[in-house]
């Protein structure tokens, strides 16, 4: 205490001209209304870059919970385009009459295999989120795979990039069906085989699943034909369609449910 009386005592000349000027300038900004707002300007400039910068740190620490938010809003709009009936003409639904086709669960890959013949990927949700064996799995751009095992927290899929895959699509333009698989050669082609050689064709031609199976709804892409070629007997063409995914690049992801998958099953094995 007898520190800071001496350091007063020693300094009371320029304390005492500090408060003057301070005193001065409050007065000065008082009475003209020009420095008045110059001074307002300056302390919301002052005031608005440092609430700025706190929002950008508190933003960035807040990605993971703002990331989740936008995948479950981007899962309700996906559950409410893909069981839009296609025959109405408004988007309006109310419980009585509209019936639920598709569900939707986000996801995370967290383990991807895209460089083996038969890669499998993994993911970050299991039965206790009621993930079921042939779930499809797609993104924002197109499809991945479907799911082959659960575990209770965990789940394997079957990517498009495995020779054992086979996925039904079809031309988007003129609707000529064709079966999905892969050569086991690069991870950005895929092969389009069936379709008729009267089907006509161009490169850049857009690939969309089918919708006749029980796995994927109608329209979700796949890729773009890059090239083509006659088979062997001359009756079809075999095409190389560029995937829309980046496969070596993928973690957020979309698992589809079919509601009426068993029931179209046991009807189809009757």
Known sequence: M????????????????????FISIV????????HKSKFINSANFLSGGIYNSVNDISGYFNLKSQNQLLSEENNRLKELLFNIDKNKDSVFTNNTSFEQAYKF???NIIKNNFSLTDNIL??????????K???GVITTKGIVGIVDKTSNRFGTVISILN????????LKKSGHLGSLKWN???????QLVDIQINANLKKGDTIITSGQSSIFPKNIGIGTIQDFNNDAAGNFYEINVKLFNDMTNLEHVYLIENIHREEINTLLNE
């Open 163 to 170: 020779t054992n895959s086979r996925i039904s699509a079809q």
């Open 133 to 135: 064996e042939d779930f």
């Open 184 to 190: 086991g050669k690069s991870s950005e082609l895929v």
């Open 27 to 34: 007065f000065t900004i008082q009475s003209h209304s020009y």
């Open 105 to 107: 669960y986000p996801a």
């Open 122 to 131: 993994t993911i970050n949700k299991g039965k206790r989120d009621s993930i």
């Open 2 to 21: 007898q520190q800071i009386i001496n350091f007063i005592i020693r300094n009371k000349n320029f304390l005492l001209f500090l408060s003057l000027f």
